[in-house]
Each structure stands twice: as structure tokens, then as C-alpha cells.
């Protein structure tokens, strides 16, 4: 409407001249055309005052659009930052676990390392080291033993002594073994295994169990002199034991 205004005035400014030259004076003309001038110059003013208007709305609508890319960018950003989270509590569960399983496998493998390294033993007064296949056959043969397969007992002695004959076990192995054979009857073995144990281990703490054992032996080998003599050397050299008692009980039913 402006514009159609503008122009209007533009063509009464052209046409009064000619049409009302007779009508106004020179003086009053020129004020007209000035004031119509004034008019059009105002109204272009105000046309042209609309373009920053413009320029406001067009940078408005472009920072809406800007604001509008911000806020999707940063709902993207705060999606793949939880997505992120999520993953980084995944790997941290992941990686407590693979810890846990990890130390089981470590304890798993210290204690097979263990079972392969010798270990100490305490028997019968005195300690030592054992390889862990001689702890097995020693606990293997004792087991026999105490279940009366005395057979398969002395076999596991036997075998025994051929395999660790330095073995700390090797003494008790020897005593057990005169027991197991007097067990089976097979006395005049058990005469032999005692007395080889009891040449070696006057001190030990059965050798005087050991000595009543291979005076039994006799007795059932109808040997009373033999007998005799060893329930005396009981009786003398190991006085206050229960095993001394014993022999002299046994040596007063001996004619």
C-alpha cells in the first residue's frame, strides 16, 4: 500500500504542473511539488526502513534453525554419551569378572604347584621332606594295612623300599612292614624285617614295640629261647614302657 502511495504521488508530482499551472502561482507550485517530494521521500524512507526488519527476521529465523541443529547435536551427543556409559560399566563388569577368574585359575595353579613340591613331614619324632608320590605310596600301603589286606601291604612296603630307599619314611616303612608280614603269618620274613629295623634304630620310638613283635614271631616259630631272650632285652632296655609290661607278662607264660 505504501509503494502504491509512493508512485501516486510520484505521478500527481508530474502531472500538477501542466494541469494546475493556471490555477497556483510559481511560488505556490514549487511549495507543492516540494511538500509532495517530502511525501515520497518519507514514504521511501519508511519502505527502506523494512529491510533491517527483513534482515532481523531472516537472521532470527536462521539462529532458530542454528539453536534448533544445536539441540539435536546435543541430544546425539548425550544418547552416545550414555550409550558410552552403558558400554563402560559392560567393560568394568567384564573386567572384574575376568579378574575373579583369573585369580581362581592362579589359586587353582598354586595349589597343583603345591601338590608337586615336597613337603614336611613330622613322624615319629622326627621331620623330613617328601616328594608328593612317596607321601601317596607311604598313605596307599598304610591304608592296606589298617583294612588287614596285609598281602597287598607288604607288597606296597616292598615296593616302597625299592623305589625311595633314602626316604625318611624308610624306617617306619620297615616296621610296618614286619607287621604286615606277621599278619599274613610269614613269620620268618617278619623275624628278619624287625631285626633289620631294630640294628638301625635302637632309639627310635618303637623300637621297643619292635622288639615284642619279633619276640612274638618266635614264639609262633616255637623258638621259646629265642623268645626269651628278646622279651629280657625288652624288659632291660626299655623299662616303663607299656611294651616292657607286655614281655614280661609274655615271658612269665614262657616254660
Same mark, same amino acid.
Given at each position: 500500500?505504501?509503494?502504491?502511495?509512493?508512485?501516486?504521488?510520484?505521478?500527481?508530482?508530474?502531472?500538477?504542473?501542466?494541469?494546475?499551472?493556471?490555477?497556483?502561482?510559481?511560488?505556490?507550485?514549487?511549495?507543492?511539488?516540494?511538500?509532495?517530494?517530502?511525501?515520497?521521500?518519507?514514504?521511501?524512507?519508511?519502505?527502506?526502513?523494512?529491510?533491517?526488519?527483513?534482515?532481523?527476521? /531472516?537472521? *532470527?529465523? =536462521?539462529?532458530?534453525?542454528? @539453536?534448533?541443529? $544445536?539441540?539435536? &547435536?546435543?541430544? +546425539? #551427543?548425550?544418547?552416545?554419551?550414555?550409550?558410552?556409559?552403558?558400554?563402560?560399566?559392560?567393560?568394568?563388569?567384564?573386567?572384574?569378572?575376568?579378574?575373579?577368574?583369573?585369580? /581362581?585359575? *592362579?589359586? =587353582?595353579?598354586?595349589?597343583? @604347584?603345591?601338590? $608337586?613340591?615336597? &613337603?614336611?613331614? +613330622? #613322624?615319629?619324632?622326627?621331620?623330613?621332606?617328601?616328594?608328593?608320590?612317596?607321601?601317596?605310596?607311604?598313605?596307599?600301603?598304610?591304608?592296606?594295612?589298617?583294612?588287614?589286606?596285609?598281602?597287598?601291604? =607288604?607288597?606296597?612296603?616292598?615296593?616302597?623300599?625299592?623305589?625311595?630307599?633314602?626316604?625318611?619314611?624308610?624306617?617306619?616303612?620297615?616296621?610296618?612292614?614286619?607287621?604286615?608280614?606277621?599278619?599274613?603269618?610269614?613269620?620268618?620274613?617278619?623275624?628278619?624285617?624287625?631285626?633289620?629295623?631294630?640294628?638301625?634304630?635302637?632309639?627310635?620310638?618303637?623300637?621297643?614295640?619292635?622288639?615284642?613283635?619279633?619276640?612274638?614271631?618266635?614264639?609262633?616259630?616255637?623258638?621259646?629261647?629265642?623268645?626269651?631272650?628278646?622279651?629280657?632285652?625288652?624288659?632291660?632296655?626299655?623299662?616303663?614302657?607299656?611294651?616292657?609290661?607286655?614281655?614280661?607278662?609274655?615271658?612269665?607264660?614262657?616254660?
Amino acid at each position: 500500500m505504501q509503494l502504491r502511495a509512493a508512485f501516486l504521488a510520484l505521478a500527481l508530482a508530474g502531472a500538477l504542473p501542466a494541469a494546475q499551472a493556471a490555477l497556483f502561482s510559481d511560488d505556490e507550485a514549487r511549495k507543492a511539488i516540494l511538500d509532495l517530494r517530502a511525501k515520497v521521500s518519507a514514504l521511501e524512507s519508511a519502505q527502506q526502513g523494512l529491510a533491517p526488519k527483513q534482515d532481523l527476521q /531472516d537472521e *532470527l529465523t =536462521a539462529l532458530r534453525r542454528s @539453536l534448533l541443529e $544445536l539441540a539435536n &547435536q546435543n541430544e +546425539a #551427543l548425550r544418547a552416545e554419551m550414555a550409550r558410552l556409559r552403558g558400554a563402560n560399566e559392560q567393560m568394568t563388569r567384564d573386567l572384574a569378572e575376568t579378574q575373579r577368574r583369573m585369580a /581362581d585359575q *592362579l589359586q =587353582a595353579f598354586d595349589s597343583r @604347584l603345591k601338590m $608337586l613340591e615336597p &613337603q614336611k613331614i +613330622a #613322624l615319629d619324632g622326627k621331620e623330613f621332606k617328601v616328594e608328593p608320590e612317596e607321601q601317596r605310596q607311604y598313605e596307599a600301603a598304610m591304608g592296606l594295612l589298617r583294612r588287614g589286606d596285609f598281602a597287598e601291604a =607288604a607288597s606296597a612296603y616292598e615296593s616302597f623300599l625299592k623305589r625311595f630307599s633314602a626316604s625318611g619314611y624308610a624306617d617306619a616303612v620297615r616296621f610296618w612292614l614286619g607287621n604286615a608280614q606277621y599278619g599274613q603269618r610269614a613269620y620268618r620274613e617278619a623275624v628278619l624285617t624287625f631285626r633289620a629295623f631294630l640294628k638301625d634304630n635302637a632309639q627310635h620310638p618303637r623300637a621297643a614295640e619292635a622288639l615284642l613283635a619279633l619276640a612274638n614271631c618266635q614264639i609262633e616259630l616255637k623258638d621259646a629261647r629265642g623268645a626269651k631272650k628278646s622279651l629280657d632285652d625288652l624288659v632291660k632296655a626299655y623299662p616303663g614302657t607299656e611294651a616292657a609290661q607286655a614281655a614280661k607278662e609274655r615271658r612269665a607264660t614262657l616254660k
